[in-house]
């Protein structure tokens, strides 16, 4: 436990985690209307406000976990409930639990039948991430890891579109395959170490020819959750198929763990078989980013677009990581939640969209910046910050990304920039049609701008994109030591 400290005072994780539980008893006894959704905001609204404590008490000057919580839980199997922080894992954590009320607002109007069981599934999917951003215990992570298939899993079965069940089981499926790499390396390394402390495995010292198969299971479930190219074929299905919340959650959160597993697990404890592996993912990531790019580049349909721009962003995330330095990782977590902010608002804005045209097809879309100005303005912006253009928040990760590229690989960076030169392509070229294409069409004219609801919404993420673009030093100080013990552990061979 020498790598934890202790808080005196108020438990904040435990409270993050409990407040949505006790969220969702009361809602049970709530009556099944629009009280539901009162509810869901207020306890989402006040989880938000638990988690900013974290930021202002953090102590930036060290790499060890904060605010942890460590009690018995199964002392037969060593097992407990351990959770803490660190400046990677907070950053998670404030992402999750400001993007929650967003999503509640976004589906105010969007979600019409089960109104109850809409929102439950939102609070025990918060209950959920936040535990798979705290939890120091392998066991109690990889619940919550798996727990998370539930509420997801369901809100793109029930409220989803016309291939939601296709789409949910494709996704049940496809994270289950995963996770059982993802057990399998959990037990090998319990049993060679003696314990699920993550921590204590991060300074176990695995011996190399285990590592390499370790590493390549714990690649195999991460891969599939960021999702990294040939494993994303779920993530269109479920991200065109899902609610609106359900495609914000997936793209702000849910890609994240992907990332954040080889943050928290490849890296510090598979210091070795990361650094040979490394060039693998890097071609990968690249491969990824054009992909993505390129993909998304002939799509019609507006949800489809921006699902398969995930696919290319992600690439630069995965591509960050495994340039195992400084400005790469620091790059790359940025990147995360840039990423979370900037393609949350998108898909909020595909949802205000749907509920006016019920369409997402951009053909039947022309023109209706003239109409709604005030939509298109903040569309223009995520746009525009989606292209990582200087002055929005996505400019500083993805620059940090490409420096770490190029100081690794001239080669290896000039590849990536094509990816960027097409985000840019299909970005533009969808944001001009919306606003200003095709001729006057008369269906258009009763289109309203966005509401008091609408606009609240999405503020708070308009802010974000020019706070962090012009403002990115306080992430970075908290990241810092963070990213540097990591890229140590991975240096120097975990020791």
């Not at 639990?97 to 976004?106: G, K, N, S």
């Not at 929102?119 to 919550?144: Q, R």
Request: charged share 10%; net charge positive; hydrophobic share 55%.
């Amino acid at each position: 436990m020498n790598q934890l400290t202790f808080h005196e005072g108020i438990p904040y994780i435990r409270l993050l985690m409990l407040l949505p539980l006790v969220g969702i008893l009361i809602g049970l006894i709530l009556p099944n209307n629009v009280w539901q959704r009162y509810w869901a905001l207020i306890v989402t609204t006040a989880n938000a406000l638990i988690s900013l404590p974290l930021y202002f008490h953090f102590d930036r000057t060290t790499a060890l976990f904060q605010f942890a919580e460590h009690s018995a839980w199964i002392p037969s199997l060593k097992i407990n409930y351990t959770v803490g922080l660190d400046g990677i894992s907070l950053t998670m954590v404030l992402l999750t639990t400001l993007i929650m009320p967003l999503c509640v607002l976004a589906s105010w109007t969007y979600i019409s039948h089960r109104i109850r069981a809409f929102h439950l599934c939102l609070l025990l999917m918060e209950v959920t991430m936040v535990g798979v951003f705290c939890a120091l215990d392998a066991i109690l992570f990889f619940m919550f890891w798996e727990a998370m298939l539930i509420p997801m899993a369901l809100l793109i079965g029930i409220w989803g579109g016309q291939r939601k069940i296709y789409a949910a089981v494709k996704f049940f499926l496809y994270t289950m395959a995963g996770s059982i790499f993802l057990l399998v390396a959990l037990i090998a390394l319990r049993l060679h170490t003696g314990t699920f402390n993550i921590p204590d495995m991060m300074a176990a010292g695995i011996p190399q020819g285990m590592q390499l198969w370790v590493f390549a299971a714990f690649f195999l479930a991460f891969a599939v959750k960021v999702p990294m190219f040939p494993f994303h074929t779920w993530l269109p299905a479920a991200h065109v198929e899902a609610p609106t919340a359900g495609s914000v959650i997936l793209a702000s959160v849910l890609l994240k763990m992907g990332t954040y597993g080889f943050l928290r697990f490849s890296l510090p404890i598979t210091p070795d078989a990361s650094v040979y592996f490394a060039p693998y993912v890097l071609v990968l990531s690249v491969i990824a980013i054009l992909y993505g790019s390129l993909t998304a580049l002939g799509q019609t349909d507006l949800k489809k677009l921006v699902a398969y721009s995930s696919v290319g962003h992600m690439g630069f995330a995965t591509l960050g990581i495994f340039c195992l330095s400084q400005q790469g990782l620091e790059g790359a977590v940025m990147v995360m939640i840039n990423h979370g902010v900037t393609t949350g608002a998108l898909f909020i804005c595909v949802g205000m969209l749907y509920e006016r045209l019920h369409t997402r097809e951009m053909p039947k879309m022309l023109g209706i910046g003239k109409h709604i100005p005030i939509f298109t303005g903040l569309f223009g912006v995520f746009c525009l910050s989606s292209l990582a253009f200087p002055g929005t928040n996505s400019f500083i990760g993805e620059f940090l990304v490409l420096v770490a590229t190029f100081t690794k690989s001239i080669p290896l960076g000039v590849w990536t920039i094509p990816g960027v030169v097409i985000v840019a392509a299909y970005l533009l070229r969808m944001l001009q049609k919306i606003a200003y294409g095709g001729t006057d069409n008369p269906e258009h004219h009763a289109l309203k701008d966005v509401n008091i609801r609408e606009l609240i919404t999405l503020l708070p993420l308009f802010a974000g994109v020019f706070w962090i673009g012009f403002h990115p030093q306080p992430i970075l100080q908290i990241l810092a030591v963070s990213v540097r013990h990591i890229v140590q552990q991975t240096s120097g061979g975990g020791n």
